[in-house]
T-cell receptor
Framework: EAGVVQSPRYKIIEKKQPVAFWCNPI?????LYWYLQNLGQGPELLIR????????DSQLPKDRFSAERLKGVDSTLKIQPAELGDSAVYLC???????????FGPGTRLTVL | GQSLEQPSEVTAVEGAIVQINCTYQ??????LSWYQQHDGGAPTFLSY????GLEETGRFSSFLSRSDSYGYLLLQELQMKDSASYFC???????????FGQGTTLQVKP
């Protein structure tokens, strides 16, 4: 069974540029999460989807971040415009339903110059 | 607020036993998860405790005491490949949210 797939793995952009990350969850997993992880810290939830509905986006900085999960499968997270402080690893995870057992993708390491 | 506390670093020798403690303060607590993350890798699920007591999975065991808001991860017969960061995470069933601790870096020495 394939795991959570993310792309790109690495992205380097200049500040004020837009950037997008893509995630394909494990087949059949209804719940999809986007996390942000800074160096030396634990993942922090940005947004959680149940199927195509965003059920928790309270931690998503909506002035510059947006996300979508069309058809309740793949998801895209976008930042526009990026700031220096956005440099981090962006992790996607999925689970059958809301659960303490989540399956993480390899992440996208974003560097904003 | 919601927070989890765990030691920042632990060092042990190959073949030894190590315990990583975690205390939590979260609303709507349902259970405690543990994840392993190697440098540059994805967090990998290790265990989930919803009930008090010890859960054993191979060399790894996890314990939860809901009355003490405390849990630990026990790693036995340490191997070099166990060198990684270990995160405890509290799951809130009310919100469906998993709140992670800051992580404990385990270094296993020969």
């Amino acid at each position: 069974e394939a795991g959570v797939v993310q792309s790109p793995r690495y992205k380097i952009i200049e500040k004020k540029q837009p950037v997008a990350f893509w995630c394909n969850p494990i087949s059949g997993h209804n719940t999809l999460y986007w996390y942000l992880q800074n160096l030396g810290q634990g993942p922090e939830l940005l947004i959680r989807y149940e199927n195509e509905e965003a059920v928790d986006d309270s931690q998503l900085p909506k002035d510059r971040f947006s996300a979508e999960r069309l058809k309740g499968v793949d998801s895209t997270l976008k930042i526009q415009p990026a700031e220096l402080g956005d440099s981090a690893v962006y992790l996607c995870a999925s689970s059958l339903r809301g659960s303490g057992e989540q399956f993480f993708g390899p992440g996208t390491r974003l560097t904003v110059l | 607020g919601q927070s989890l506390e765990q030691p920042s670093e632990v060092t042990a020798v190959e073949g030894a036993i190590v315990q990583i403690n975690c205390t939590y303060q979260t609303s709507g607590f349902y259970g405690l998860s543990w994840y392993q993350q190697h440098d540059g890798g994805a967090p990998t699920f290790l265990s989930y405790n919803a009930l008090d007591g010890l859960e054993e999975t191979g060399r790894f065991s996890s314990f939860l005491s809901r009355s003490d808001s405390y849990g630990y991860l026990l790693l036995q017969e340490l191997q070099m490949k166990d060198s990684a960061s270990y995160f405890c995470a509290a799951y809130s069933g009310n919100t469906g949210k998993l709140i992670f601790g800051q992580g404990t870096t385990l270094q296993v020495k020969p």
